[in-house]
């Protein structure tokens, strides 16, 4: 079965949102890009929101002749959501109606893993539907100091066991650590 891997990018207050405005988005590694790779070789499908498919779409449909871009536009996208109607980023899917369901499926193709981006109401459902099989959080060495409910890692309600399996520390600061989800344990 097919494994989903999120990376998300969060901030030592719990900040999620707009990564793009951090201070360390601007120097991010070789190392970093390195990683993001490697991520993205092992997968053949990307999953996401409908927030993080609006950021990410004009970004990286603009970009191409490296790796990184051209591997994120060639790869198949399903995008969560019941307002994305026409979407205009190459190779992708909008998943309407049960998505829990859609995504279980596709988890039961054969493939290889999926990389889903972001961390919103997708991931927690994901979560609680024991779907999410790797937590991939590139931990940013500074406080945000502003945001939201809405704009945290945390929200009410969500839980989940993970199991640390890997943590690698980038010269900028950014630390990688990836988790991998615990089996149910009996309480």
């Known amino acids: 079965m097919r494994r989903i891997v999120n990376s998300t990018y969060v ?7 707009n990564p793009q405005d951090w201070p360390s988005m601007g120097g991010f590694s070789d190392a970093g890009g390195q990683a993001q790779l490697q991520l993205l070789e092992r997968c053949d499908a990307v999953l996401m929101g409908r927030h993080t498919y609006e950021g990410f779409a004009p970004v990286w449909s603009a970009r191409s002749g490296d790796p990184l871009s051209d591997r994120m536009n060639a790869l198949p996208k399903y995008v969560v959501s019941t307002s994305l109607t026409d979407p205009q980023w190459n190779n ?30 997708l991931s927690h459902a994901l979560m609680a539907a024991d779907l999410l099989d790797e937590l991939r959080l590139w931990v940013h060495p ?19 066991t993970f199991d640390l399996a890997d943590a690698t520390t980038l010269d900028s600061g950014i630390v990688i650590l990836t988790y991998q989800a615990s089996p149910a344990k009996d309480h």
């Open 11 to 17: 901030t030592l207050d719990g900040v999620i949102q």
């Open 92 to 121: 992708t899917t909008v998943i309407d109606q049960d998505p829990i369901g859609s995504i279980r499926q596709l988890k039961q193709q054969p493939g290889a893993d999926i990389v889903q981006y972001g961390f919103g109401p």
């Open 142 to 160: 500074f406080f945000v100091g502003t945001g939201s409910a809405s704009d945290l890692l945390y929200r009410p309600g969500s839980s989940g």
